[in-house]
T-cell receptor, first 111, second 114 residues
Framework: KNEVEQSPQNLTAQEGEFITINCSYS?????LHWLQQHPGGGIVSLFM???GKKKHGRLIATINIQEKHSSLHITASHPRDSAVYIC?????????????FGKGTKLSVKP | KAGVTQTPRYLIKTRGQQVTLSCSPI?????VSWYQQTPGQGLQFLFE???????NKGNFPGRFSGRQFSNSRSEMNVSTLELGDSALYLC?????????????FGPGTRLTVL
């Protein structure tokens, strides 16, 4: 069993829909990261969370440390949100570079 | 401020050869991490460097090595290339090794081994 599990693996949505991507992990963590990867490979860090909730524009990330679960929400989705979203964790006591990654969720938003 | 740069962007090698990839971090960042991404295994941690010292290494064979220079630039080397080494190699930089620092990723080097 992977230490970081994401669901769903693939997600197709219509423009304007509310989207939720889930991440569950089985290790103690210092921080959880949500990353976005567009075709071509470039990765952008969206959020880093150690507790609670963060919001950037239409993106919201939440984490429940007790349940070892995080969600990434996209409100009013747009075709430009189409990308792979990757959840990654820094295990407790570990350093920021030593990340454990989920397999990613491929999101396609149709106009 | 310039982002993380990686060179070369694309590379084709044959089995048995060796390859060196380069990563220049954002100015002022002292920590560099390397990752391998393949369709089968996804993203996997390779190494982490801080102040010219390797702090952590992932579960990869000894053919994978790296180093960091005094200006924080980093290189990774893969010797005796195998077909399975074909992957996107990404580096990321951050201010230091704190788990609470954001990482900034480079565009990656796509290595194809024939």
């Amino acid at each position: 069993k992977n230490e970081v599990e994401q669901s769903p693996q693939n997600l197709t949505a219509q423009e304007g829909e509310f989207i939720t991507i889930n991440c569950s992990y089985s290790v103690g963590i210092s921080a959880l990261h949500w990353l976005q990867q567009h075709p071509g490979g470039g990765i952008v860090s969206l959020f880093m969370l150690s507790s609670g909730k963060k919001k950037h524009g239409r993106l919201i990330a939440t984490i429940n440390i007790q349940e070892k679960h995080s969600s990434l929400h996209i409100t009013a989705s747009h075709p430009r949100d189409s990308a792979v979203y990757i959840c990654a964790v820094s295990s407790y006591g570990g350093s920021q570079g030593n990340l454990i990654f989920g397999k990613g969720t491929k999101l396609s938003v149709k106009p | 401020k310039a982002g993380v740069t990686q060179t070369p962007r694309y590379l084709i090698k044959t089995r048995g050869q060796q390859v060196t990839l380069s990563c220049s971090p954002i100015s002022g960042h002292r920590s560099v991490s390397w990752y391998q991404q393949t369709p089968g295994q996804g993203l996997q941690f390779l190494f982490e460097y801080f102040s010219e010292t390797q702090r952590n290494k992932g579960n990869f064979p000894g053919r994978f090595s790296g180093r960091q220079f005094s200006n924080s630039r980093s290189e990774m080397n893969v010797s005796t290339l195998e077909l399975g080494d074909s992957a996107l190699y990404l580096c990321a930089s951050s201010l230091d090794v704190s788990a609470y620092n954001e990482q900034f990723f480079g565009p990656g080097t796509r290595l194809t081994v024939l």
